[in-house]
């Protein structure tokens, strides 16, 4: 009896505690010939029956400018058993492998089995122990666009301002240092109470990373009748808090 008690207590508390994460980390970079390689170490403690992942890793200088890129497909990741594997960075100059100081990631694909509308840039997470290794700081990309700079900007009239999706020229033209999503000011027509420069990253408190949402926010503000929409930007590295007079 003794034994049975002992192996149901097992089963209950001692059962591996799932998730819904992938973690990634960086784990070492070298120069080898005229090549430079990533060592990458991914664990999978997530619940799903995940199929295949997709990453997109970007890698960038102390500055934080683009100096490389790769593009990794796995299949069948085994739980809880972290997988590492080399990956080689594709870069103009190998000599510049020396100066990656930074990684992003961005999970590009996720095939779940029974999850087909599962969304990907929600499951991966940076492996704390791995975060600062080898002194590469790691970041989870959500911003798709980051690293494009296709210029569709749009016009708010109730902002009187034109935005686009941040992506990394303009983190690097108006100094955004830490945030990659949200939507930028880039002009500005008449007057407004925002400057270029300015990255509104909630409406409503609600997240905005594409126009889509915040055209959503401010029909659901229109509908409601409300005199102002509620928004959080940044500012010169600054949060702040807006309520803005709809016309």
């Given amino acids: 009896m003794k034994r049975l008690f002992f192996l149901l207590f097992l089963i209950i508390f001692c059962k591996p505690a799932f998730t819904n994460d992938v973690f990634f980390g960086v784990t070492g970079l070298a ?14 403690k997530s619940n799903l029956d995940i199929k295949e992942l997709g990453f997109s890793i970007y890698t960038l200088d102390k500055d934080n400018l683009l100096i490389g890129s790769a593009e990794i497909n796995l299949f069948q990741i085994n739980k809880f058993q972290p997988y590492t594997t080399g990956i080689s960075i594709v870069m103009e100059k190998t000599e510049l492998c020396s100066q990656i100081k930074n990684v992003n990631v961005y999970n590009n694909k996720c095939t779940i089995k029974k999850k087909e509308n599962y969304k990907c840039e929600k499951l991966i997470k940076v492996n704390q122990k791995y975060k600062e290794d080898h002194s590469i700081m790691t970041r989870v990309l959500t911003n798709p666009f980051y690293y494009d700079n296709t ?89 702040k808090l807006v309520a803005v007079k709809l016309k």
């Fill in 31 to 44: 120069k080898v010939g005229n090549s430079c390689f990533l060592s990458i170490l991914i664990e999978d």
């Fill in 151 to 239: 210029n569709n900007y749009y016009f708010i009239k109730e902002f009187n301002a034109y935005l686009n999706v941040i992506n990394a020229t303009y983190a690097k033209k108006y100094n955004i240092k830490e945030n990659t999503n949200g939507l930028v000011v880039t002009q500005i027509k008449g007057s407004s109470i925002f400057k270029k420069g300015d990255l509104i990253i909630e409406a409503e408190m609600n997240g905005i990373n594409n126009i889509k949402q915040l055209k959503s926010q401010l029909n659901a503000v229109s509908i409601n009748k409300k005199e102002y929409i509620i928004i959080n930007f940044i500012r010169q590295n600054n949060k």
